[in-house]
């Protein structure tokens, strides 16, 4: 039995990562000796993450440039070859770097409209689906464009999907998110769905996102895939002397000069600036602060909170603020079961603390972090990313250390739940391959 898993994975976002590790694993608890391999935009990095085959999504799919890392590499090494060293140079140079790359998107847009590589890239993935039962769209932002345009994600379905059918392949989307979609994306996506064996959405306004495609009314919702990951980690953590007092603090670069699409300096600075206040209160309060990141960009954003951090000498910060490795799953899960809290921005950030019963402040940048928030009945516990400020972050965190034990009890019941609800939609969509 061979599956394909079609995800946006970009080499580096460990909720992509977790979600893509969740599908195969409860693949091969079914199918123990299943094919599997990734479509993604990092096939490389994927392919090193998950230890599987990976091939390219589409003509605009990253190069080499995402592979995982042991250790911090530093900022001169040249890693063997002179690409290496230019690429680094001109990424210290935020203007040069962001003008070079938006050179290389337009490259990449003419190819397609030129069709060569388009029409290479179709007789590649007849090639990859030869065989394949399955096609799984898994899980995260599938359904969007707010990364890369229409051709890029939405197309990428809609064409994924004609081979699916050609092939007689059984094509499948579950626990899906709608994002941004333009009229033409939109197009895209509605035939792509139609194409489609099965499809389930992650949450309701995914869903309802969808309202004007009549033959998605009937489909069911459920959980993000991610609360199938991490299932056993409950009994990992190891014993410590400094319970209560480690918070785990995940900061996002919306908004930011660091390759987001769109940026407002004013309401970054602000944010970061917000979270430098909480974390020098924390370390005052002799609290214990763990900034990590889920994906490689927010790195650029924990290193300007340490030099903020490390410029105020009202207090002492050596030992109490921590910057671990967090490259892989294994790195990130080994992190967040040592955290007695956690304040974070990006959705699979405070899912997957959520999943470890992790009590989580959340300062939302998305409709999707809101929507998680709500479905978890943790409201009170949601910050708005534009208009937070350092006294709001504070007031909220200690609500939240008041009401940890109730909070941590009712997310592990939360997480059960939602587990064992998935665990009926991979035994529904694995029981589409028998009919």
């Known amino acids: 039995?061979?599956?394909?898993?079609?995800?946006?994975?970009?080499?580096?976002?460990?909720?992509?990562?977790?979600?893509?590790?969740?599908?195969?694993?409860?693949?091969?608890?079914?199918?123990?000796?299943?094919?599997?391999?990734?479509?993604?935009?990092?096939?490389?990095?994927?392919?090193?993450?998950?230890?599987?085959?990976?091939?390219?999504?589409?003509?605009?799919?990253?190069?080499?440039?995402?592979?995982?890392?042991?250790?911090?590499?530093?900022?001169?090494?040249?890693?063997?070859?002179?690409?290496?060293?230019?690429?680094?140079?001109?990424?210290?140079?935020?203007?040069?770097?962001?003008?070079?790359?938006?050179?290389?998107?337009?490259?990449?847009?003419?190819?397609?409209?030129?069709?060569?590589?388009?029409?290479?890239?179709?007789?590649?993935?007849?090639?990859?689906?030869?065989?394949?039962?399955?096609?799984?769209?898994?899980?995260?932002?599938?359904?969007?464009?707010?990364?890369?345009?229409?051709?890029?994600?939405?197309?990428?379905?809609?064409?994924?999907?004609?081979?699916?059918?050609?092939?007689?392949?059984?094509?499948?989307?579950?626990?899906?998110g709608t994002c941004s979609l333009s009229k033409l994306s939109m197009f895209f996506v509605k035939r792509a769905l139609g194409l489609a064996d099965y499809r389930s959405y992650r949450d309701q306004t995914s869903k309802d996102l969808l309202a004007s495609i009549e033959f998605t009314r009937g489909d069911p919702i459920y959980p993000d895939l991610a609360f199938s990951y991490v299932r056993n980690l409950y009994q990992r953590s190891a014993p410590r002397n400094n319970v209560g007092r480690v918070v785990g603090v995940s900061p996002i670069a919306y908004l930011s000069r660091y390759g987001w699409p769109e940026t407002n300096f004013a309401a970054y600075d602000n944010y970061v600036k917000s979270l430098v206040g909480f974390v020098s209160e924390l370390i005052r309060h002799d609290y214990t602060v763990v900034l990590f990141s889920t994906d490689p960009v927010d790195r650029e954003v924990i290193s300007e909170i340490v030099n903020y951090v490390s410029q105020d000498t009202t207090f002492r910060a050596y030992g109490r603020l921590l910057q671990p490795l967090t490259f892989t799953l294994e790195n990130l899960t080994e992190q967040l079961i040592k955290f007695d809290y956690v304040v974070a921005s990006r959705l699979h950030g405070i899912l997957l603390s959520h999943v470890l019963g992790k009590p989580v402040l959340a300062i939302s940048y998305d409709r999707k972090v809101d929507t998680h928030m709500t479905e978890m009945r943790m409201t009170d516990y949601c910050l708005d990313f534009r208009q937070v400020r350092t006294s709001s972050i504070v007031d909220r965190f200690k609500s939240m250390v008041s009401n940890a034990e109730v909070m941590a009890s009712n997310l592990r019941e939360a997480g059960t739940k939602y587990g064992a609800g998935l665990q009926n939609q991979y035994d529904h969509v694995l029981r589409v391959l028998k009919q």
């Not at 976002?13 to 000796?33: K, P």
């Not at 090193?48 to 390219?56: E, F, K, R, S, T």
């Not at 990449?108 to 090639?127: D, P, S």
């Not at 229409?150 to 004609?162: E, I, S």
């Open 1 to 176: 039995m061979k599956f394909a898993l079609l995800t946006p994975y970009t080499g580096g976002n460990l909720g992509d990562a977790a979600i893509q590790e969740a599908v195969i694993s409860n693949i091969r608890r079914r199918y123990s000796h299943a094919q599997i391999c990734l479509i993604t935009y990092a096939p490389g990095a994927t392919s090193q993450l998950h230890g599987v085959p990976a091939y390219p999504i589409g003509v605009t799919t990253f190069g080499p440039g995402f592979e995982l890392r042991k250790d911090k590499v530093p900022s001169n090494e040249t890693n063997g070859s002179l690409f290496a060293y230019i690429k680094t140079t001109v990424k210290r140079y935020p203007v040069l770097h962001a003008t070079l790359l938006r050179i290389y998107q337009i490259y990449q847009k003419v190819m397609v409209l030129i069709g060569f590589a388009e029409l290479l890239h179709i007789g590649i993935a007849f090639r990859v689906m030869r065989g394949v039962s399955m096609l799984i769209v898994s899980g995260g932002g599938q359904l969007d464009d707010y990364w890369g345009g229409a051709f890029r994600q939405p197309y990428a379905l809609l064409k994924w999907g004609l081979i699916s059918k050609v092939l007689g392949t059984k094509f499948v989307f579950m626990s899906v």
